[in-house]
């Protein structure tokens, strides 16, 4: 599905959760802690968080990305002090990520600007919960409701990189057609617009979307990205069905700024991506 999670992307452990780590396991022993404080079992634990005995077992032995939900819940329920959504923040960006990915989702973590354009579906860096649930719903082989679960909860995670770092410069140029689609149906098509306008207020974010009409393109080879670290180097990244592609060589890095550069001019202005989409939105 894109973003080195899920489809494109998918692969995380045999089962679909994320692969374990230091800071998963970590994260589920301070749960683990807290709850036996409060002398809750975990099936008393559970119904109180909203999430089933296998998921909260799962996420205490550091074999699940625990969903932003669980932190708050988990967090009030055990009255922690702050120590169960302090660990959480602590947890890799890379859980629940394909291993070609990871590279890319370090440097993107630190990234001081970062470029995306997409003609097969929205990013995953912009999809709202509603529209990243109906693309694993949708992905083959099927995944079972816990691995749903799993790779969505890493995707929401990512996305703070929106809003955590206000000073790197996200730009995004999406095809029209990705909205005219309607994955998901009417009510899912709303709510991605929506999520996209609202993001597309803040600062940091320019979104512009290319006219489905387009004589010239410059992005005909397919979604590119590209990222300049904090020392100033640029990298490039392209994702197919089941790899990813991190490009470092300069003279192809420098041949997909060319290409990126050019979109921007073809495609709608800032101010006019957003009026298309407010129109776009009261015809859905």
Known sequence: ???????????????????????LKAFGEVVKVFRKRALLTQEQFAPKVRYSVPTVASIEQGRRFPPPAFVDRAEDVL?????????????????????????????????LSLYTYECRLIPGL?????????????????????QVDAQLAARMERQR???????????????????????GGRVVTLELIDHVLDLSRLRNIEIQVMPQVRERHAGLHGPMRLLETSEN????????????????????????????????????SLEY?????QRMRGAV
């Open 126 to 146: 912009l999809q709202p919960e509603a529209y990243a649930r109906a693309l694993f719903a949708d992905q083959l082989p099927p995944l079972r409701d816990e």
């Open 233 to 268: 180097k640029w990298f490039g990244y392209s994702e197919g069905q089941e790899t990813g592609d991190f490009i470092t060589d300069p003279k192809v890095v420098s041949t997909l700024q060319m290409r990126y550069a050019r979109m921007r001019s073809q495609a709608h």
């Open 79 to 111: 009255d922690s002090f702050g120590v169960i959504k302090a660990a959480a923040k602590h947890l890799s960006r890379k859980s629940g990520l394909a291993s070609w990915f990871r590279q890319w989702a370090q440097l993107e973590a630190e990234a």
């Open 273 to 277: 991506s957003v009026g298309l989409l």
């Open 161 to 183: 990189l929106l809003r955590d770092r206000p000073n790197t410069n996200y730009s995004f140029i999406l095809e029209e057609h990705l909205f005219l689609r309607r994955t």
């Open 1 to 23: 599905m894109t973003d080195g999670v899920g489809g494109t992307g998918g692969a995380t452990g045999a089962n679909g959760e994320p692969e374990p780590s230091d800071s």
